[in-house]
């Protein structure tokens, strides 16, 4: 990550093209589900994902040298002075003035710099109740922040968006068990390891067993659960107004099939939905046709 107070504070409209630039360099599906938004809800998403993005690479990426927990702190830092109105770094300016239009919690960000710490520390995870509660932190609090921007009127809908990310991080987990495990991460609750008989030794050496498989298959019916839940919550009057969120879970919906179609390619080249294809989804519910 550039340093954080390296360059001259920018102004609103700079600040904002860097969270644009930051979103399409990224190549993910978060742009395909928001494109025909007015410019100002789409500056503010690109605003929370350029920072969630920004966070992830303390955690993830490996061109960053340095002390990746000092980093975290200052991005902390900077999280504190974009609600106080006194942020330095690009994204924080334009994360502020989004704070100042769409009122976001605090404690919502805090919950993602916190799933961004247990990567860092490099945390076990022991059962479902730790994945789902890493889950929540690093994909339903965007959820949470992304509702506020869209406008609900029933709060059932701030449950629809909680739900909405466990499905769609636990389709994460399983499309990149092999990635991970390249990183030497095996996201994956241990207990039902032990359950199903896989090893963790088997995961690192990249071995796709039947019990592997079984285990996936397992998780993947849990995650599908995740998604139907979702829909059951999303409030009928907030349907309209919620249309790029379902169509976010809809693109990652059409992966976790993919995914079981294909039988968790989880040691070979990712899974991914085409751009095309993640358009054609989106316009679709966007239409009201889905």
């Known amino acids: 990550m550039p340093g954080i107070m390296s360059e001259p504070k920018p102004d609103i409209a ?7 630039d930051i ?11 928001f494109w025909m938004l007015p410019r100002k809800k ?26 990746r927990t000092a980093l975290l702190a200052r991005w902390r830092e900077e999280l504190d002075d974009a609600f106080r109105g006194k942020a330095q770094h690009a994204v924080g300016v334009a994360l502020s003035d989004a704070i100042r239009s769409y009122r976001f919690p605090e404690q919502v960000f805090v919950d993602l710099l916190d799933g961004v710490e247990f990567d860092l520390a490099e945390e076990p995870i022991e059962s479902f109740d730790d ?22 009127e029933n709060p059932r809908s ?15 987990v399983l499309r990149d068990v092999g990635d991970d495990a390249r990183t030497g991460r095996i996201y994956l ?22 019990a592997l498989q079984l285990m996936l298959s397992f998780n993947a019916k849990r995650a599908m659960s995740y998604y139907e839940s979702a829909e059951r919550l999303l409030p009928e009057e907030d349907r309209r107004a919620l249309r790029p969120a379902t169509a976010m879970g809809r693109i990652y919906r059409a992966l976790l099939d993919e995914l079981i ?14 751009k095309p294809r993640r358009v054609a989804i989106a316009a679709k519910v966007w239409m009201g046709m889905e």
């Open 14 to 20: 700079e600040a904002y093209r860097e969270c644009v």
């Open 23 to 33: 979103t399409r360099r990224s190549g993910s599906s978060f742009a395909s589900a």
């Open 42 to 67: 789409r500056n503010a998403l690109h605003a929370i994902y350029a920072f969630c993005r920004l966070a992830d690479d303390i955690a993830d990426d490996p061109e960053i040298a340095g002390d």
């Open 131 to 152: 994945l789902r509660l890493y889950c929540y932190r690093v994909a339903s609090t965007v959820g949470l922040l992304v509702v506020r921007i869209l406008g609900f």
């Open 158 to 172: 701030l449950e629809f968006a909680e739900t909405l990310g466990i499905a769609v991080q636990l389709t994460n």
């Open 189 to 210: 609750p241990s207990d039902e390891l032990v359950r199903f008989g896989v090893s963790a030794e088997s995961i690192f050496a990249g071995q796709m067993t039947d």
């Open 261 to 274: 179609e294909r039988r968790f390619p989880c040691f070979e080249q990712p899974v991914r939905i085409s």
